[in-house]
């Protein structure tokens, strides 16, 4: 009953519906015109291939194995990038202003300065929202137990590009020179080669978040669940030819 339950819900919820609704239309038109149909087919398949885990994690699983957290990380400072912010008015905890991403990066950043006692800047600004990720990111910091001193805000960048850029300033300004990047670890190998390209020479990849380490595959991961996976891993992919070649 669990796995027709499961199986019922993967083709009523969204992306399955419409791979349900695809290969509906192409039983419909079978009759009718036998290429409408395969039209129909090769569309839901591809929905569906694109929306299973095994697919997305195929995707991502080189990226987030570019580079493993060391076990004994130092350095000058600790660079914890955005993921996004909620413009939310009320809130019993600043942590809710953070996106998923942001809520991980910077969960772990606070418990990398208890470690070292490094200095925390923490890298973006209001793109989608009206706060800027890094005054969200700071207020989360702090509720932590993170010293308002080791708490360094970059509330100016818009993307990657421009925490490199801006976070270098910072660097500058301060003495920084060797970084701890600590990013999403399919999210690191653009980080990193875009902190080289802003002049950091002297990186310490930290990964948080791998969402490939499956103990084993199930049948959820053969069907229709989500396409934010293979979403991520394309926007990374996308973004690190862009950069490559502009």
């Known amino acids: 009953?669990?796995?027709?339950?499961?199986?019922?819900?993967?083709?009523?919820?969204?992306?399955?519906?419409?791979?349900?609704?695809?290969?509906?239309?192409?039983v419909w038109f079978w009759?009718?015109?036998r290429k409408a149909a395969w039209t129909f087919a090769a569309l839901g398949?591809?929905?569906?291939?694109?929306?299973?885990?095994?697919?997305?994690?195929?995707?991502?699983?080189?990226?987030?194995?570019a580079y493993s957290a060391p076990a004994a990380p130092g350095g000058d400072?600790?660079?914890?990038?955005?993921?996004?912010?909620?413009?939310?008015?009320?809130?019993?905890?600043?942590?809710?202003?953070?996106?998923?991403?942001?809520?991980?990066?910077?969960?772990?950043?606070?418990?990398l300065h208890k470690k070292t006692g490094l200095p925390v800047i923490v890298s973006g600004g209001a793109v989608?929202?009206?706060?800027?990720?890094?005054?969200?990111?700071?207020a989360y910091l702090a509720e932590l137990g993170v010293p308002q001193k080791s708490i360094i805000k970059e509330s100016a960048a818009r993307d990657t590009k421009e925490n490199a850029l801006f976070s270098r300033r910072i660097c500058q300004e301060r003495g920084y020179k060797r970084i701890i990047l600590l990013t999403s670890a399919?999210?690191?190998?653009?980080?990193?080669?875009?902190?080289?390209?802003?002049?950091?020479?002297?990186?310490?990849?930290f990964p948080v978040t791998r969402t490939t380490q499956r103990a084993r595959l199930t049948y959820r991961d053969l069907?229709?669940?989500?396409?934010?996976?293979?979403?991520?891993a394309?926007?990374?992919?996308?973004?690190?030819?862009?950069?490559?070649?502009?």
């Not at 399919?186 to 990849?205: E, Q």
């Open 1 to 26: 009953m669990f796995f027709i339950k499961k199986l019922i819900a993967a083709f009523v919820l969204p992306p399955g519906i419409f791979v349900a609704a695809l290969g509906a239309a192409a």
């Open 31 to 33: 009759r009718g015109s």
């Open 45 to 65: 398949a591809v929905l569906w291939i694109c929306s299973m885990n095994v697919f997305s994690d195929a995707l991502l699983r080189p990226l987030e194995r």
């Open 77 to 111: 400072v600790i660079i914890a990038l955005g993921g996004g912010a909620y413009d939310t008015e009320t809130v019993f905890s600043a942590g809710e202003r953070l996106q998923a991403s942001s809520l991980e990066r910077v969960s772990a950043a606070a418990l």
């Open 128 to 138: 989608f929202s009206g706060i800027a990720e890094a005054e969200a990111a700071a």
């Open 186 to 205: 399919s999210h690191l190998p653009r980080s990193v080669y875009l902190f080289k390209k802003a002049g950091f020479t002297d990186i310490v990849p």
């Open 223 to 232: 069907l229709p669940v989500s396409l934010n996976g293979a979403s991520r």
């Open 234 to 246: 394309l926007n990374e992919y996308i973004g690190l030819l862009y950069y490559r070649l502009f």
